[in-house]
């Protein structure tokens, strides 16, 4: 009943996540645009009461015009309801942390501990992932004040700090948690800009419209910088939170290249976008970030068995190993901890099962995905084995 329970707490808090995450980002991409594609107020009286750009748009069967005031409207009060970007950010934090809990802490030995990487307590494995998210704000935080000014060099640093990162996570977590581990930093990195800096920035800005001052730049440009951080942030993130389906891409020996390999395709389609909104795009941007995903795509592929000269493998050898290391997990009733189902309902009782699902089988434990966390502690031999039983089947 438990493992039941955690399956639909699990279930609704990744659904809550998507839901927030996709108003957070749809947000985000809708500013970044709008913020690009302004031009030069049409009317001289716009610019007069202070307006800076204006952009004209057609959405949802109307016309639409949104102006931005970089420092208020002159001559007359701020309007008394503004809407405010920021609950989208929260609550994605806040339930991807959730997630967090019930599936890395809770599941610590299943799926945040690997014993062939590191030998880690339960209580060992949780202080490494909750000190990555906090750590990696603050050396974050800490780069952004040292580099003030000095954008071009903050954004080298900032990416071989992440690649420190994915290094050195894949040196103590299970993969898979390696992975998700760089995501959760980075989208921790992204809520706290908005809860640090750029809303406090925001809310200074407005009282001091409000009061009739002069609004103070600098929140502005803090708030701008760490906008930019996050928007470049976002395919990387997003890509993070759908690998864990993907096991090729994290379960490789250096699967923290591959990370950061498929992040800086990211980083390049969105600058792609981001350029193309303000009429300036590179179509070299698009091409590099598809010759990386080719290149990884080649990098990744799997190694061919030569099962010609190979002793035939039996059913009952598989069988053997199917129940020795796979069956706790993948039966109609689970006897592992934490499974009320077999995952992905993948069940391998019966001989005919196992065939069945021979390309399955054979991909995860090629790759080393499955068993998860290699709780029940195959060998390589035993890989090899079930390797060469699947290409004797082809």
């Avoid at 967090?100 to 802490?105: G, M």
């Avoid at 909750?130 to 000095?150: A, D, F, T």
């Avoid at 970030?289 to 059913?315: E, Q, T």
Wanted: glycine letters at 8%.
């Amino acid at each position: 009943m438990e493992a039941y329970l955690l399956d639909w707490i699990n279930l609704l808090l990744r659904w809550l996540h998507l839901i927030a995450g996709v108003a957070w980002i749809g947000a985000s991409f809708y500013f970044v645009m709008l913020d690009s594609s302004l031009s030069k107020p049409a009317r001289k009286q716009d610019e007069e009461r202070g307006v800076t750009g204006e952009l004209w748009a057609v959405h949802g069967g109307g016309v639409y015009q949104s102006q931005k005031f970089l420092l208020g409207p002159r001559g007359e009060p701020l309007a008394e309801k503004l809407h405010w970007s920021k609950w989208e950010a929260y609550t994605t934090w806040l339930s991807g942390m959730g997630l967090l809990v019930v599936v890395y802490w809770i599941g610590a030995k299943t799926y945040l501990i690997d014993s062939q990487v590191m030998a880690l307590s339960p209580a060992g494995g949780i202080a490494i992932s909750g000190g990555v998210i906090v750590g990696g704000w603050i050396i974050y935080n800490l780069l952004c004040q040292l580099m003030k000014g000095r954008d071009s060099v903050l954004a080298a640093t900032l990416l071989v700090f992440i690649c420190i990162a994915s290094w050195g996570l894949f040196q103590l977590l299970s993969a898979r948690a390696a992975y998700l581990h760089v995501g959760a930093m980075m989208g921790s990195i992204m809520a706290a800009n908005v809860f640090f800096h750029i809303i406090p920035g925001q809310k200074k800005v407005v009282a001091q419209m409000r009061a009739g001052e002069t609004p103070d730049a600098e929140p502005g440009i803090v708030g701008k910088q760490r906008s930019v951080h996050n928007t470049y942030f976002t395919l990387p993130v997003l890509f993070i939170m759908i690998s864990n389906h993907y096991p090729m891409t994290y379960s490789h020996t250096n699967g923290w290249l591959v990370l950061i390999c498929i992040m800086l395709a990211g980083v390049l389609i969105r600058q792609f976008f981001v350029l193309r909104h303000s009429g300036n795009a590179s179509p070299a941007l698009p091409a590099v970030a598809l010759i990386l995903l080719l290149s990884m795509v080649w990098y990744l592929s799997p190694k061919s068995i030569n099962a010609a000269g190979a002793a035939r493998v039996s059913d009952t050898q598989i069988s053997e190993i199917v129940n020795s290391r796979c069956i706790a997990c993948h039966a109609s009733k689970p006897i592992q901890p934490g499974f009320a189902e077999a995952p992905l309902g993948l069940v391998m009782e019966t001989p005919e099962q196992i065939v069945q699902n021979a390309a399955r089988i054979a991909t995860t434990v090629q790759s080393k995905y499955m068993p998860i966390g290699n709780l029940t502690g195959m060998t390589d031999q035993e890989r090899a084995v079930v390797a060469t039983w699947y290409a004797q089947q082809r």
